[in-house]
């Protein structure tokens, strides 16, 4: 099963950072962000191939030479994006997805996934598309019982059930989608994945669900995201495999040295 990383935006959440380097290069454990992710991609046996979409002619080139240094242990290819949307930039990885179903990880995700379970419960499932979810949540915050005005009890950062699902930007598709992904760029051109795909699709029970039960899960919007939960993140990007990139190692020199290795 090919990888695909959605690398591209423009980070405008993310500003003034954003300005200078792509978010996906935030630094995490010394390392960018997507480099985390590549190498817990690649990590799982379930990944043959991993396609890298970005904005190859601009900062997303910045992707492009860390990554192609970094030695993932996989096949890498380099894609493009044409500003078609978080659905239609995938029309122009077509060849490099190949025609079984593929793993969609937006770059601005971390998360230990467990990527083998996730493709064995899309396949078990038997639907064109499934999405990571999770229905618990630790929360940042201090949460107080109050009955009648008064406070009962304090319960400091508790893990919560959520409501509703939520969803993360962590996908397994199948390559037909990408028929619905093309009859819906020609009509309007730009497509979104949540509500121009995986929405009809799930009103006709196409899609499933993957619940990451007690794995943490950050959504990082820009690189302040990282700085306040930092904590949180190191967590999580020590339980995808990365270690933290001493300063001065000879390894640590040679990848800061290289071509798109450091933003400011």
Known sequence: MR???MAGGSGTRGRPYTDYFPKSMSPLLGRPMVEVIARHVCASRAIDGLVV?????????????????????????????ADGGTAGDLLGARREIGAGPFLLWFSDNLCAL??????RHHKKSRRAACVAVRSRRREQTGFAVVRDGLVEEFREKPTVSLPVPECLGIYVLDSAVL?????????????DLSYDILQPMA?????SAYDIGGAEWLDVESPVILDRNAGVAARIAAGMGAQP???????????QNAPGATGP
């Open 203 to 207: 009103s006709e029970g196409r899609v």
């Open 179 to 191: 028929r619905d992904v093309r009859a819906r760029a020609s009509e309007s051109g730009r497509v």
């Open 3 to 5: 990888a695909v990383i």
């Open 114 to 119: 467990d990527i083998g379970a996730m493709a």
């Open 245 to 255: 990139l001493r300063r001065g190692s000879r390894r640590g020199q040679r990848r």
């Open 53 to 81: 979409i970005a904005d190859l002619e601009g900062q997303g080139a910045q992707v492009r030479n860390h990554l192609e240094g970094a030695r993932l242990g996989r096949p890498v290819s380099f894609v493009q994006g």
